[in-house]
């Protein structure tokens, strides 16, 4: 599978933003399927994923903002994005592989396919 990530742009403070990731050459089924971001001069960073099964994982810094869900007609997962503040400027990655164990899910070393990026800027 390949990843094309899409959807980002500069939004004011409070505002909204949904990503998509599109695979393409396979379907995502059986995958789990992450975002990452990574900020200037920081390390990338796990935001939320979405397993097989459809059960979605955050991290603390976006939980009640953030929504990630899979698209079965358009073959995506998205991320929708609310409430936006300017610590979530970044550049948001996804990332996908078929064999993420729990535990693992917020590792980047655990995802074997990345999409290419798609920057995300926040204004305050």
């Known amino acids: 599978v390949q990843l094309q990530a899409s959807g980002g742009g500069l939004v004011q403070a409070g505002g909204s933003l949904r990503l998509s990731c599109a695979a393409s050459?396979?379907?995502?089924?059986?995958?789990?399927v992450a975002w990452f971001r990574q900020a200037p001069g920081k390390q990338r960073e796990f935001v939320a994923a979405i397993r097989w099964n459809s059960a979605t994982y955050y991290t603390d810094s976006v939980k009640g903002r953030f929504a990630i869900a899979r698209d079965a007609a358009k073959k995506t997962v998205d991320l929708q994005m609310n409430t936006l503040k300017p610590e979530d400027t970044a550049v948001y990655y996804c990332a996908a592989s078929q064999s993420v164990i729990l535990s693992s899910i917020g590792a980047v070393g655990a995802y074997k396919v990345w999409g290419q990026g798609t920057l995300v800027t926040v204004s305050s």
């Open positions: 050459g396979s379907t995502f089924s059986g995958y789990t």
